[in-house]
């Protein structure tokens, strides 16, 4: 009779550790800056549309497929800011104050 119980304990071990595997921890992935770009889109006084990008930044998110929700957190260093227009470049640094805010890092949650 231990013999079967025992049997019956093994086969049903897996079923019982579903719903702890369930309640894993979410997938944490970091942003690989090498395929993955932070780009922008501005309108120039309603005559045509400024795109960018920033060259350098790091960030990392998770997702929790269980719950359906996730957190995205994003670095970005504003003196990277890249529009093909050194000229326009040098004016947007002194504009936005990279010197005072080197970096902006937007910390985000999101859910399904």
Known sequence: MSKVLAAIALA???FAAAPFAAAAAADNYTIDPTH???L???DHQGLSTV???F???AGKFSIDRTA????VDLTIDTASVNTNDNEREAGSARATSTCARPTSSTPRNFRR
């Open 12 to 14: 049903a071990a897996p």
């Open 68 to 71: 359906k929700k996730g957190d």
């Open 36 to 38: 993955a770009s932070v």
């Open 40 to 42: 922008f889109a501005i």
């Open 51 to 53: 795109h960018g990008r």
């Open 55 to 57: 060259d350098k930044f």
